[in-house]
């Protein structure tokens, strides 16, 4: 099963055990971004004089992404990147979490907090990362690390996410942050940049 990127960054930012890297305002954030750039690479939308511009409505077969598509064919007018950031980050994550636990690729665990607060977790099966994390976690390292990798465009927008949100910790353990340098270009720096201010923003 091909992953989208909004589920490939969804398992980077959970722990095995299913407890989430991060608030979950950042993580609505992160994975709204990841559908922009998901639209992006399938030529869905791109960014046109600063604008987020809906290029092609038809469903690439990702259905988080494809209502975050449905979302942006449908609104009036089109919007600066962080602002489409911000309309697409409603909720952005349950929907992939459900996705994720429908494939069988984590579980969902609810239980109660002192009997009565409801607390859900999502742990991998038997406690072991997902091999398509594992590999992609590979290349995203080689991308950061490696000044002969030639990182394809998911792997560079995987990496751009997780840096904008400032999760190089969970994303690259032991390396520290200024030796982090991702190669960006177009469409994903552009993005990178709004999910990055979408994200300051709610805290300031």
Not at 25 to 52: K, Q, S
Not at 78 to 93: G, T
Not at 168 to 188: D, E, M, Y
Request: aromatic share 4%; charged share 25%.
């Amino acid at each position: 099963m091909t992953m989208s990127l909004a589920e490939e960054l969804v398992l980077i930012a959970y722990d095995t055990d299913g407890t989430a890297w991060g608030t979950g305002t950042a993580v609505n954030f992160a994975v709204a971004g990841a559908h922009l750039m998901e639209l992006a690479l399938a030529g869905r939308i791109a960014v046109h004089d600063g604008r987020v511009t809906v290029l092609d409505p038809t469903p690439t077969g990702s259905p988080p992404a494809d209502t975050a598509l449905a979302t942006l064919t449908a609104d009036p007018a089109p919007r600066r990147p962080k602002d489409a950031v911000n309309l697409l980050s409603k909720k952005a994550l349950q929907p992939v979490l459900d996705r994720l636990v429908e494939t069988g690729v984590v579980e969902r665990h609810d239980r109660k907090v002192l009997l009565v607060v409801p607390f859900t977790r999502y742990p991998s099966p038997g406690g072991v990362e997902p091999a398509a994390e594992t590999a992609r976690r590979r290349l995203m390292h080689a991308a950061v690390t490696d000044p002969h990798a030639t990182p394809d465009d998911r792997t560079q927008a995987l990496v751009a996410l997780v840096t904008a949100a400032d999760w190089h910790r969970r994303a690259f353990p032991g390396l520290p942050k200024h030796t982090i340098k991702p190669r960006f270009t177009g469409v994903i720096e552009d993005l990178r940049t709004a999910v990055k201010n979408a994200i300051a923003d709610t805290y300031t």
